[in-house]
Structures are given as structure tokens and as C-alpha cells.
């Protein structure tokens, strides 16, 4: 086993890497891991440094909440220091603004590459921008005391950091306007049964069983991995006869590997 390294370690996020695993840390427990755009530039330049050996990510979040969401500091008029404020943003361009929110958005994107797979380990409050956080991996592993809730809409605004596609995936549209028009809070049971957690377990037992998880994901091989996940990740979006020729043109590359005649 090679030694833990520590790769990233500013504004609120940690990266560290041990083998083939890498851990995301949100490292403001004080603030209930409170996010803001620095945050964000750190969780995706955290995506930038990773490892091509890295096969899975955990995220976890330190203290009692995985992520209270926007830090409220974003809702008064000045915002953050060295940061456009809401007010300026909406003064801006629309091309302007877009380009901001896609930059917010970036943290929230990579979690999914076909190459890795990411899990949550979400104890107590996963709100708005944490909930989007936990939607953005592939899997979520919560503590019993976990609590979601979207409440953008209450504040006027939308879910815009990426969680909307998941969420309806996960639970449905009908179940997916539900949570976010009323802002209201899912269980850890609730988020069991509906899909949107993979496993709940006692809160002491968060950590044991996202390492239970990680390791029965790399027993098998990488590329297995990988072809699989692009498979189901764009099921989605073919007909059932467009998946069976993905999956007999990943079949194919699958096979010739094995039998050593890959690229």
C-alpha cells in the first residue's frame, strides 16, 4: 500500500490520495462546510490533480453536516470578498452570467468521468448546494442522521449546480418537483427507498461501510469498470436497440483485451 498523499489543501477542500483511491474532504466543520465560489475553484481544481491511477473517489464532509449548502454570506449585498455578488451578476450580461454559473458548475461535473467512481458519505445536513454535491457522484452512502433538502426555490432561485438531471433520475419527476418546489426535508429512510441512497447505515458505522463499498468496486477489473459505467451512464439516452450496439461494440473491446489484441 502506498503512503497517503495530500495533493490539494485550500478553501475548505482537501484532496488525498492513497493508491488507488482518492479522498475529497470539505474541511469547515465549523461552518457546517459551508460553500462559496473559492470552494468550488478547489473542488474542481481537486478534479484537475487527480491521479490517472485513481479509480475511486469517497467525498466526505468533516464535523455533523456533509454541507449546510451556500454559505448565506452570498445572500447579503456586498457577497464575498473578491467575488460578484448576486446583485452584480444580475447587472451583468447574460452572457456574463452564464459563463459565471458554468464556472460554479465545473466543481460539480467531473464526479461522474467514466474513469472513476465517486461516493458520498453524507451524514447530517446535505442542503441545496451539499444535496447537489452528494447528486454529483455516482453513488451515496448515508448515516442515518441525513437530511437533504433543496431550497433554492424557497430563496426565489433554482437548483443550478448540476443536481436536477440526477435527482429526476434517481427519483422521479413527480417526486423530484416535490422535493425541490416545497424545499421540505428527505430522511435517510425516505432517500433509502426512493433510490437516492444506495445504503444507510448508524452514523458510527458511515465510515466502515463506504470502505466495505470501495473495495468490493475495485475487486473488479479497471477497464470492466469503466466500459460498464459509459454504458449505463448513456442508457438513458438511446433506444433499446442503440444500447445493445453499444454494449456489443463495448463487448468487443472487452473481449479483445482479454484475449490480449486490444489497442
Request: a negative charge.
Amino acid at each position: 500500500m502506498t503512503a497517503r498523499k495530500t495533493l490539494l489543501d485550500q478553501d475548505g477542500v482537501q484532496l488525498t490520495v492513497e493508491d488507488t483511491v482518492a479522498t475529497v474532504t470539505l474541511t469547515h466543520p465549523a461552518k457546517r462546510n459551508a460553500q462559496s465560489p473559492a470552494l468550488w475553484r478547489a473542488l474542481t481544481e481537486a478534479g484537475r490533480l487527480l491521479p490517472g491511477s485513481v479509480r475511486v473517489v469517497v467525498l466526505r464532509g468533516e464535523g455533523k453536516s456533509f454541507s449546510a449548502g451556500l454559505d448565506r454570506q452570498a445572500f447579503t449585498p456586498e457577497g464575498f470578498d473578491g467575488e460578484p455578488s448576486f446583485i452584480d451578476l444580475a447587472r451583468g450580461t447574460d452572457e456574463a452570467l452564464d459563463a459565471e454559473i458554468a464556472t460554479y458548475q465545473e466543481a460539480f461535473t467531473w464526479w461522474r468521468r467514466n474513469d472513476i467512481v465517486s461516493i458520498a458519505a453524507v451524514q447530517g445536513h446535505a442542503i441545496g448546494a451539499g444535496f447537489q454535491l452528494a447528486l454529483a457522484c455516482d453513488l451515496r452512502v448515508c448515516a442515518d442522521d441525513a437530511q437533504f433538502a433543496m431550497r433554492e426555490t424557497s430563496l426565489g432561485l433554482v437548483p443550478d449546480l448540476g443536481g436536477t438531471q440526477p435527482l429526476v433520475s434517481l427519483v422521479g419527476y413527480a417526486r423530484a418537483l416535490e422535493i425541490c418546489a416545497t424545499g421540505r426535508f428527505v430522511s435517510a429512510t425516505e432517500a433509502e427507498l426512493t433510490g437516492l441512497a444506495n445504503v444507510v447505515v448508524p452514523a458510527a458505522e458511515l465510515s466502515g461501510a463506504v470502505d466495505d463499498l470501495t473495495a468490493a468496486l475495485l475487486a473488479a477489473p479497471r477497464d470492466a469498470v469503466i466500459e460498464t459505467k459509459a454504458l449505463l451512464r448513456g442508457a438513458a439516452g438511446r433506444t433499446y436497440d442503440e444500447q445493445r450496439v453499444a454494449e456489443r461494440a463495448a463487448q468487443g473491446r472487452r473481449l479483445r483485451d482479454l484475449a490480449g489484441l486490444g489497442e
